[in-house]
Nanobody
Framework: QVQLVESGGGLVQSGGSLRLSCGASIRITSFNHVGWYRQAPGKEREFVAT???????DYADFVKGRFTISRDSAQRTVYLEMNSLKPEDTAVYYC??????????WGQGTQVTVSSGGWGQGTQVTVSS
């Protein structure tokens, strides 16, 4: 059974970096394409980046120059290096592997949250006697 497992998500401040990993249960080169997609709350899932079996990559315009997709065939892993993160990059990031027109696999997703920094809204603490 083909499985894809994402990891590496988390909370980061605006301008920071994260590296996502997509581990596959089969050889990465068994896929025609392995890609990253993302879905923000209330929005459609959208394409982020992809790498094909020959190692050629492609990116969505909004991540060009900031994100880099790469693969480690020996480790059966595809990476997404994300730099200069912005709050609008906040989303669940999914790994996608296509072996043919009818064989498409998705991972479970990993949450990426980019904060704009600054102060939180505060929380009241009351100590009664």
């Amino acid at each position: 059974q083909v499985q894809l497992v994402e990891s590496g998500g988390g909370l980061v401040q605006s301008g920071g970096s994260l590296r996502l990993s997509c581990g596959a249960s089969i050889r990465i080169t068994s896929f025609n394409h392995v890609g990253w997609y993302r879905q923000a709350p209330g929005k459609e899932r959208e394409f982020v980046a992809t790498i094909d079996a020959d190692g050629r990559s492609d990116y969505a315009d909004f991540v060009k120059g900031r994100f880099t997709i790469s693969r480690d065939s020996a480790q059966r892993t595809v990476y997404l290096e994300m730099n200069s993160l912005k709050p609008e990059d906040t989303a669940v990031y999914y790994c996608n592997g296509r072996r043919s027109m009818t064989e498409l696999y998705w991972g479970q997703g990993t949450q990426v949250t980019v904060s704009s920094g600054g102060w939180g809204q505060g929380t009241q603490v009351t100590v009664s006697s």
